[in-house]
Each structure stands twice: as structure tokens, then as C-alpha cells.
């Protein structure tokens, strides 16, 4: 530091006694030391951390505003089982099938692109929240926009508030599609009222949902329903820089007999090209060949794009981030240190919220939120519980309930929960095996009661941290 100073050591060392900081000349200084001695000096520190480069999911790029250009938004299909998702995602796909593609043969990458009125739109191929939950626990976020399938002669069900609440939590807008308008017995307008109370309140009455009214077998409007992503598109006008090295998620992958590994990956940000050295995950590669939802064959694929890729070493998992480097020699080197890291920290404790720990996380000014799923065996006790939590008030925490059903506690509930880093309390109801070994296996904390005064006692206990541990 004195050298950069130009200083003597001694001198330094003296200011720093000063500042009642006692230190020797091999002292390693903290970051605060360090920028008041400088100050002392007239000297301003400007601080860069060194960066990870194991942890490219984290590298943040900074791209100038003039090399930004718009992309096509990625779609995500949720809703409650038999609502039209699949129908609905394939009537799209054929759709928009002009005549001189028609003889490409659709292949399941994953994802597929339509072009309406000279714009794409890429619609992840998996409908309902488990994909889209599994990626967001795995860090990854992929989707712009949700299309929220309600069957208009059913109404909204469990998964539906799911999915709904799985796309508030990722801050993703939602734009309902009312399906089965075909039937009789369907009433779009009772839909309306029902979604209101969830917070999606349609346009003509005040709020500002967009609502659609479709038949996805009949294949009803299906043109209004393109055309109204593509408006919440242009005003969110969601960009990335074509221009650079390629980086994006893992939305597949297996082992193919023929091909060996296969990665299906939606291209975020840069442009991929046959030839490229990356790392997915912990594997590496260098991509052999490239093939569209059409299965043609590309050189190179841009923003929002999603291929499939051979060329890998080893099968990565759907979620994986996955990024190019400059040569295979660095992506190999990456992708072993990070299989190395991976299998120590599988190893060591994971830093989810739990109760237990609560205290001391408030007290770090790691959490302000305590983020909660409630899952109880009738209404009135959810709604109990929602009233009970919400009034407990303890200095710099607050609860906030992401979640809540009637029914046992799922996987589903669990992914979310380790997604949104929230604890699980569960009200007369039990988790099902899997979601218990999952919740297990992803440390999220699960709280059994039966006595109301009990959840929130120990909550509040808990935020105080004056919880009993439990053995
Ligand atoms: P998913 O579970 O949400 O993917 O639902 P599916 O797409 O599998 O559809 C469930 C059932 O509803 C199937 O029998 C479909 O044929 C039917 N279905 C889907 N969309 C419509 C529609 O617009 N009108 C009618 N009448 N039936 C539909």
C-alpha cells in the first residue's frame, strides 16, 4: 500500500496509529483501512474485487447501451393440469409453420421460435412451473413472460394460484390466456373475477392484466394472443448484445446413443457459433454441431435462440448456465475446478434460511424478508395463518408469504421454496415422501403444527432469536 502510495512505510504505518489502527509492515489491511489512510492522504481508492472467473454465472458484463439490440422474448406456458398448456403450446408451433418451412421436421429442443407479423417469440417447449422453478433454484431466470392457461369452464385451481405465484416471485408478467371458450359451458368472465382476487385485475375493469380469450383446440385467437406478447414485449423491450462471446442456459440434456452428450440451450446473450469452446455447468465442450426446432442445421445462433448442441464431454443439468471462452483449454480448466468446488460444497452445509438460523441472518443484514409458504388441510386455516404471521412485528424482518394452499406439502412447494429461499410450514398436513427427501436433500426447512398460536410463536421466537434449538 505504500508503495502505491508512494510513501514511506513508516509513514503509513504512523497514519494508521492515528486511526487507531495498529498494524505491522506484513499486515494484510481491510478494505475500510485501506480507504481511510488513503483519504489521509488525498488519495481516492476505488476498490475491484478480484473476479471469480469458476463463477461465470456470476460475472457481470457490463454492455454498452449502443451494442444493445432487442431480442425475441422467451415464453413460459403455466397453469393447472388439463387447462389446454400442451395443446396450446403445439396448435402455436403449427400455427405459425409458413408453407415453405413446412417441410422441416419439428424437433424437440426444449424450445421453439414462431415468427408473427416479422418477430419471433420463443416459447419454452416443458409447460407447467416445475421446469421453470427447477432452473430458477438452479439460478438461472429464462423466462420474460408467462402465459397463464385457465380453462374457462373449470376455473381457478390449486395449480393455477401455483403458478401464479411462481411467476410473481421471478417478477415475471403474466398474461392470461381464458382456454376452452369452445365449450358451452365456458364463462371467461367468471375467470376474471376469480384471477382479480389474485391480484390480475383485467384491463377493463381498472387494472392493467391482459386477458385473452382463446380455444386452443379449436385454435380461436390465437393470432390476439401472439401479438399481445409481442406488445408486452416492445414495452418491456427486453435486449441483449448479439456481439459477443455466448453465454445462456441449459434447458435439456441427456446421453444420445448416436450423438453422445447433447446440451438443448436457450442463447441468452452473444452469439454461439460451431467451433466455440464453452463450459455448461461442469462439463466442457466445444460445439461439433448446431440444430434449430426445425432441425436445420445453423453456424450461429443469437440471443433468445434455443439449439441444440453437440460436441460435450459429459451431460449436463437443465439449469445449468453455460458460457464461451476463449479456447478449450480454459474451458476444461474452468469446468474442473468447478466439479471440484461442486463436489466439496456438496460436502459442507448449505446457507438456506432456516429457522434456526434465522436470528443471526437478520443480525448479518443477510435477510430483511422472511419469505414463507403456507400449506394447511382447509382454507380457514390458511387464511388464519396468513392473518396470525402478518401481524407479527419484529424490528427489521418482516414475513412474507410467497405461497399457500390447501393440500400436503409437494415438491413443487419445496422447489419454490429453495428458489426463494423461504421455509415451509405445514398446518395439519405432512410433506409427501419426495418432497420431504427433496427438502432434505436441498436443506429446506419444513415446520410441522397443528395449534396456531404455535406457528407464530415460534416464529417470532425465532426472529428474536430465542428459538430453542432443535436436535
Ligand atoms: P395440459 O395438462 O394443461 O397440458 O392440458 P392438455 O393440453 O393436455 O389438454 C387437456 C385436455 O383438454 C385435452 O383433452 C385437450 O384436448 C383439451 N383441450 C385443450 N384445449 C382445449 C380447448 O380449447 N377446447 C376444448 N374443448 N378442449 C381443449
Redesign the pocket.
Given at each position: 500500500l505504500a508503495k502505491l502510495l508512494h510513501k514511506d512505510v513508516s509513514d503509513v504505518i504512523k497514519k494508521l496509529m492515528f486511526l487507531g489502527v495498529l498494524a505491522t509492515i506484513n499486515q494484510v489491511l481491510d478494505l475500510d483501512a485501506i480507504q481511510l489512510v488513503a483519504g489521509e492522504y488525498g488519495v481516492e481508492v476505488e476498490i475491484k474485487l478480484p473476479v471469480d472467473e469458476d463463477a461465470f454465472e456470476t460475472i457481470e458484463e457490463q454492455d454498452d447501451p449502443a451494442d444493445l439490440k432487442s431480442r425475441p422474448p422467451v415464453v413460459t406456458i403455466m397453469?393447472?393440469?388439463?387447462?389446454?398448456?400442451?395443446?396450446?403450446l403445439d396448435a402455436i408451433r403449427h400455427t405459425n409453420v409458413t408453407s415453405g418451412e413446412a417441410g422441416g421436421i419439428t424437433q424437440h429442443i426444449g424450445a421453439y421460435q414462431v415468427e408473427v407479423n416479422g418477430k419471433k417469440i420463443t416459447f419454452l417447449d416443458t409447460?407447467g412451473h416445475e421446469a421453470f422453478t427447477t432452473m430458477r433454484a438452479r439460478g438461472a431466470q429464462v423466462t420474460d413472460i408467462t402465459v397463464l392457461?385457465v380453462?374457462a369452464d373449470d376455473g381457478v385451481m390449486p395449480q393455477t394460484v401455483e403458478a401464479i405465484n411462481h411467476a410473481k416471485a421471478a417478477n415475471v408478467p403474466i398474461i392470461v390466456a381464458v382456454?376452452?371458450?369452445?365449450?358451452p359451458t365456458a364463462n371467461p368472465d367468471r375467470i376474471m373475477q376469480e384471477l382479480t382476487e389474485y391480484g390480475l385485475v383485467p384491463e377493463a375493469w381498472g387494472g392493467d392484466t391482459i386477458y385473452v380469450n382463446?380455444?386452443?383446440?379449436?385454435r380461436t385467437n390465437l393470432e390476439e394472443l401472439l401479438e399481445m406478447i409481442l406488445l408486452v414485449a416492445e414495452v418491456n423491450d427486453y435486449k441483449a448484445n448479439p456481439d459477443k462471446r455466448a453465454r445462456g442456459t441449459v434447458i435439456e440434456a441427456e446421453l444420445d446413443k448416436g450423438k453422445g452428450p447433447v446440451a438443448r440451450v436457450l442463447v441468452q446473450h452473444g452469439t454461439l457459433h460451431v467451433g466455440d469452446a464453452f463450459v455448461a455447468g461442469n462439463c466442457f465442450g466445444r460445439v461439433r454441431a448446431m440444430v434449430n426446432d426445425r432441425g436445420r442445421r445453423l453456424k450461429e445462433a443469437g440471443p433468445s435462440t434455443p439449439v441444440e448442441i453437440t460436441g460435450l464431454t459429459e451431460v449436463p443439468q437443465a439449469g445449468d448456465p453455460f458460457m464461451v471462452f476463449e479456447d478449450e483449454r480454459k474451458a476444461r480448466a474452468i469446468a474442473e475446478r468447478r466439479a471440484a468446488k461442486a463436489r466439496e460444497s456438496e460436502r459442507g452445509a448449505n446457507a438456506r434460511v432456516t429457522l434456526d438460523d434465522l436470528y443471526k441472518q437478520i443480525k448479518e443484514g443477510e435477510i430483511k424478508d422472511l419469505n414463507v409458504i403456507i400449506k394447511a388441510d382447509v382454507q380457514g386455516s390458511v387464511e388464519a395463518l396468513k392473518g396470525s404471521l402478518l401481524k407479527i412485528d419484529v424490528e427489521g424482518v418482516r414475513v412474507k408469504i410467497i405461497h399457500s394452499g390447501v393440500g400436503a406439502i409437494t415438491e413443487s412447494d419445496v422447489a419454490l421454496a429453495s428458489a426463494s429461499n423461504a421455509i415451509i410450514i405445514g398446518f395439519n398436513v405432512r410433506p409427501e415422501t419426495q418432497a420431504k427427501a427433496t427438502a432434505e436433500q436441498e436443506g429446506v426447512d419444513i415446520r410441522l403444527h397443528n395449534i396456531i398460536y404455535n406457528v407464530t410463536d415460534e416464529i417470532e421466537q425465532a426472529m428474536k432469536g430465542m428459538l430453542d434449538p432443535v436436535v
Open positions: 397453469g393447472h393440469v388439463d387447462h389446454g398448456k400442451t395443446t396450446l409447460p392457461v380453462a382456454n376452452k371458450i369452445d365449450k382463446i380455444s386452443a383446440k379449436m
